[in-house]
């Protein structure tokens, strides 16, 4: 079988993840990666043995690449996939898709315009754990739903807050710390609407600016289904969970601080979706790779797929070259992007106006 040619475009944290992952993936062979930072191009290439650029538009001219993974910050996804796009090279883009809207437009259409596949980076959507619950949901043993939760809570005080940075975020828009609504939330945003089969309608929230002191962030999002999605986030105060609450984690996962945790051990403050529905309720612990489900006759732990993260990136990316070599569309689109940002960014205009935002078609 003839590999397809995987570029990555940004070195940095993520793309550690991707690169463990893409190693599980037989029908691609990473070729190259660009990285501004000359010291740490230097040091993935010699870890992972692959071309390095310092310009990335070199490496799409030279490679002969059929996928570039855009893992750059979100400011500059739209520059970096048009341009992938106009050498004819399909995209697998990071969340958040872009900044704005009219970015994410923009990035869509110019992929439909040159012919190249997008597929749109929802690393969350490929996690065993939530890929079950979907199963679950779909086979309808939690009956309606009714409420979707997240909640991240933690820091150690506004002093020790980090911001992700002007060059994530601009300064002064929607932004703010890798544990918050943005930069993280967005990935709940996509998944309650995967796992509900259903549509945002309206939204109540508040999130944090770049480069500006945190709050805690919030997002309530109507379903058209009736549901409630609820996300609250604050990662400048301090955690109140019990030591009792933690689990043993069979997958790596990002702390509170942003930072990569590896798979195994204690995890104290670990990442859950809690899903309820008429008939039963499911805790999906997601890098744990753990699924519980609550009934009225019994409690139990289901079975999942042991594949934990960074496994997640490998069936991603499997998904999408799978797409490519047969020309389908792909599992998570473009348009999956976009309306994770409109439903984020609408939490802005919500707090601004002090009224509940309708979400509106958005292309
Ligand atoms: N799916 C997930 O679970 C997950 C986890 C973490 C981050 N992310 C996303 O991945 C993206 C990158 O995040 P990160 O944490 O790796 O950030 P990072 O700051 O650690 O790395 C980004 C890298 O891109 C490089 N870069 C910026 N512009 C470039 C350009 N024009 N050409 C080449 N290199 C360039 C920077 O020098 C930096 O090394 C973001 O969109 C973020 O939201 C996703």
């Not at 990935?187 to 309206?202: K, P, Q």
């Not at 944090?208 to 309530?220: C, F, G, H, R, V």
């Not at 019994?298 to 020309?327: G, H, T, W, Y």
Request: net charge negative; proline share 5%.
């Amino acid at each position: 079988m003839k590999k397809l040619r995987v570029g990555l475009i940004g070195l940095g944290g993520v793309a550690e993840v991707h690169l463990e992952g893409y190693k599980e993936v037989d029908e691609i062979k990473v070729v190259a990666g660009a990285e501004l930072r000359e010291d740490r191009l230097n040091q993935m290439v010699e870890k992972w043995g692959i071309s390095g650029y310092t310009s990335y538009e070199e490496m799409l001219e030279k490679e002969e690449l059929d996928i570039a993974s855009v893992l750059t910050p979100a400011r500059s996804h739209r520059e970096v996939t048009e341009r992938a796009a106009e050498y004819g090279i399909n995209v697998l883009c990071e969340k958040p898709i872009a900044v704005t809207l009219d970015d994410a437009r923009a990035m869509i259409k110019k992929c439909s315009k040159e012919g190249v596949k997008f597929c749109y980076g929802s690393s969350y959507r490929f996690l065993c754990a939530c890929r079950k619950a979907k199963e679950m949901i779909d086979e309808g043993m939690l009956g309606d739903i009714l409420l979707l939760m997240e909640t991240f809570i933690g820091g150690q005080g506004p002093q020790k807050y980090k911001d992700l940075g002007p060059h994530h975020y601009p300064k002064g828009g929607p932004g703010g710390g890798g544990m918050g609504l943005v930069d993280h939330g967005i990935h709940l945003v996509d998944i309650f609407r995967w796992l509900t089969g259903s549509e945002v309608g309206a939204v109540a929230g508040r999130g944090n600016y770049s480069s500006m002191p945190p709050e805690t962030e919030y997002l309530t999002m109507i379903f058209k289904n009736g549901a409630i999605g609820q996300l609250i986030y604050n990662e400048a105060t301090y955690p109140s969970d019990m030591p009792v609450e933690g689990i043993f984690s069979w997958g790596g996962s990002w702390d509170i601080h942003g930072n990569l945790l590896p798979g195994g051990g204690w995890n104290a403050y670990p990442g859950s979706i809690r899903v309820h529905g008429e008939k039963g309720a499911l805790r999906i612990f997601h890098y744990a790779n753990k699924l519980f489900f609550f009934r009225e006759e019994r409690q139990e732990q289901i079975q999942v797929p042991d594949r934990p993260m960074p496994s997640n990136f490998a069936l991603q990316m499997e998904s999408f070259a799978k797409c490519v070599m047969k020309d389908d569309e792909p599992e998570v689109t473009g348009i999956d992007g976009l309306k994770a940002l409109q439903v984020v960014l609408a939490a802005y205009e919500s707090f601004e106006t002090q009224k509940i935002v309708p979400i509106k078609p958005v292309l």
